[in-house]
């Protein structure tokens, strides 16, 4: 299904029936508004106008419209923030941010708590049980403009609390932590600051928890709000808008409490800011990096276990990245198609109408600013029209597990020991390169249930819980583990038996020294596999094990202990792909290496084929297959969709 974000408290109520109408003479189904509405609702303390809402809510159903309300709490009123400058957020420069954008509130403030369970109370109490309200989105985008770390009085007092709870007595803090070093022991949990503003850097333990107990404290304010939906609107659709490589949160915590992910989707932003070299960014930058939006697509399914949306879709020229390129003719229904094929319930579009003013005035919309359609309002329509030729069947496991860990971004981030290490680039690498495979990707957090799966890839997992270890141990297929795994305890230190720590039980080798490379050294490895050069990242491993990889002094760099592997360098992507080839020959898939640009999806019996690239691409279907969409050859910036006998792997 297909729906929009709307604004009508931004434009005159003149507008709205005529909108709505066109939406659904669109073949849109869902219409997201309200989230940053909390002014039009209450201009004044305590002066709840609800009339223009009830009258649009009204109008949306009359249109078959069901309307996702967003809770508008991203968006706090100037009258609240006077009230209470107190929940305005310190930046890790000790700075208090001010009034005048978005998300300007602490997630730590009591008093901010206060006011969003009686908003949300009130918004819940009156459209609950609206038969024109689907659902609600809680919030817009937690974290954006780097909101997640507070650094205020409120997150100090409140910290402390969480480490005196995680740790019950301050010496298992101080054990933890390795207070000894630098003379930083404390006598209370009183004693204990914020990890900013020191002379030297803050101790990594320090640092790694105050990252946990930020994300911890986002996942409680979401919570406060859920709980107040779910007890005045039973049985309507809960989720939140997460955001594309954004690492400041578990997502996957966040979302137990919801009912399902959604995620805003903007791949030539996103591309824009992706460190690529200056001629791939420019190769992709009217399409979108070939891999970005599934990337987004299979991990938020992860999230939802199962389940997503994409609830903001890039219908054109974006306003916030660096450069902001016209989308490519027909990437816009490209974007929704692969949505789809990926699994999407919904694909929403940002936004119904351009706005003329304010900070996005330059960010596209379904329609001008003038009201008159856009390019991409036909390639919305082409996509309606063309969903009612074929029916989607339910998303089938995919064979291959990418082990995905929020907290690895956290490790590497506080200390990469090198500036090439990026764990989001690492996994972003690991999965492009699957995909130019032609397998699909299932994301599993760590610990997750990997039996079932032909291929498990951990990229790095560095802190290697109990769960974690048991579910490796289980997973019937092959595993690989990537640089760094096992290399920290959950406590940040390096564990006593050396890394890779608790997976020395499946892979019985040591890493007894690691370094990291500046651009332009690079170390040559040879075996079965060919010969690489690598650079980055590469560890001396100590083991019995025997090398399948080996650096040219004699130094292995990858290692099998049956089912397992594990690989003590940072992989060339002509090792990547060539070990993942191997691998998934080995674990019985059918790896086929695709031509640049050209991506495939299977969903059920059915075979989506993608095309990217500036050139006519050729369909890799077998001989008298069935096509519902497009042919054999595949335009620029087109796609096939094509039936299969069953449900392939």
Wanted: with cysteine.
């Amino acid at each position: 299904m297909l729906g929009v974000c709307y604004y009508p408290e931004q434009w005159p109520k003149t507008r709205w029936k005529e909108d709505f109408e066109r939406m659904r003479e669109l073949g849109l189904r869902y219409v997201r508004l309200g989230e940053f509405a909390w002014s039009a609702l209450e201009p004044s303390p305590g002066a709840l106008t609800w009339g223009w809402l009830d009258e649009v809510l009204e109008l949306a159903h009359g249109q078959g419209l069901a309307v996702v309300l967003g809770t508008p709490t991203a968006t706090p009123p100037k009258w609240l923030v006077d009230r209470h400058p107190e929940i305005l957020p310190v930046d890790r420069e000790g700075r208090r941010r001010n009034f005048g954008g978005r998300r300007h509130y602490c997630f730590s403030s009591p008093a901010y708590h206060e006011e969003t369970a009686r908003i949300v109370a009130l918004l819940a109490e009156r459209y609950g049980r609206h038969p024109g309200v689907a659902g609600f989105q809680v919030d817009n985008e937690y974290g954006c403009h780097d909101t997640v770390r507070c650094y205020c009085g409120l997150c100090l007092q409140a910290f402390r609390g969480w480490l005196r709870s995680r740790y019950g007595q301050v010496q298992n803090l101080n054990a933890a932590w390795g207070t000894a070093f630098w003379s930083q022991s404390y006598r209370d949990f009183s004693e204990v600051g914020l990890p900013h503003l020191t002379v030297a850097e803050p101790n990594p333990a320090h640092l790694l928890d105050y990252y946990r107990f930020a994300s911890d404290q986002v996942r409680r304010y979401n919570r406060l709000q859920v709980q107040i939906l779910r007890a005045y609107a039973p049985g309507r659709l809960i989720t939140h808008n997460f955001m594309g490589f954004f690492t400041d949160l578990d997502p996957f915590a966040l979302a137990e409490d919801l009912d399902f992910a959604s995620w805003d989707s903007y791949p030539l932003g996103f591309t824009d800011l992706m460190p690529l070299p200056p001629e791939e960014r420019a190769r992709w930058a009217r399409t979108g990096h070939p891999d970005v939006a599934a990337f987004h697509h299979d991990l938020y399914r992860a999230v939802g276990r199962g389940r997503f949306w994409v609830m903001e879709q890039q219908p054109g020229p974006v306003n916030w990245a660096s450069h902001n390129p016209s989308p490519a003719r027909g990437m816009v229904r490209l974007w929704t198609w692969e949505a789809l094929a990926h699994g999407a319930e919904v694909v929403s579009y940002f936004r119904w109408r351009q706005a003329p003013f304010a900070q996005e005035q330059m960010h596209a919309g379904l329609n001008r600013p003038d009201g008159k359609p856009d390019v991409a309002y036909y390639e919305v329509k082409q996509v309606s029209e063309e969903l009612s030729l074929f029916a989607l069947p339910p998303p089938v496991k995919a064979p291959v597990a990418l082990v995905y860990d929020p907290e690895a971004a956290w490790v590497f981030e506080i200390q990469p020991q090198g500036a090439g290490w990026n764990y989001t680039h690492l996994v972003y690498t690991v999965y492009s390169t699957l995909r130019r495979l032609a397998l699909d990707v299932e994301f599993v957090r760590p610990g997750g249930d990997l039996r079932g799966y032909a291929l498990v890839v951990a990229p790095s997992l560095p802190v290697v819980r109990e769960a974690s270890k048991e579910a490796l141990a289980k997973a019937e297929g092959l595993v690989l583990l990537g640089p760094r795994s096992g290399s920290k305890t959950e406590e940040f230190q390096i564990p006593a038996d050396l890394p890779p720590g608790p997976l020395q039980a499946l892979l019985p080798l040591r890493v007894v020294r690691v370094e990291s490379l500046p651009p332009g050294l690079t170390e040559e490895a040879e075996g079965a596999l060919g010969r690489f050069h690598l650079g980055v990242w590469r560890e001396w491993v100590e083991t019995d094990l025997p090398a399948l990889l080996r650096f040219k002094d004699g130094g292995g760099v990858l290692f099998r202990a049956g089912r397992w592997f594990y690989l003590a360098a940072w992989p060339s992507p002509e090792l990547l792909f060539a070990l993942l080839y191997r691998l998934a020959e080995e674990a019985g898939l059918k790896p086929l290496p695709l031509p640049e640009g050209l991506r495939l999806r299977r969903r059920g019996n059915l075979v989506f084929a993608f095309n990217y690239g500036p050139l006519e691409a050729e369909a890799p279907a077998p001989e008298g297959v069935r096509f519902l969409l497009g042919g054999r050859r595949i335009p620029p910036h087109d796609l096939a969709v094509w039936e299969s006998q069953t449900a392939e792997t």
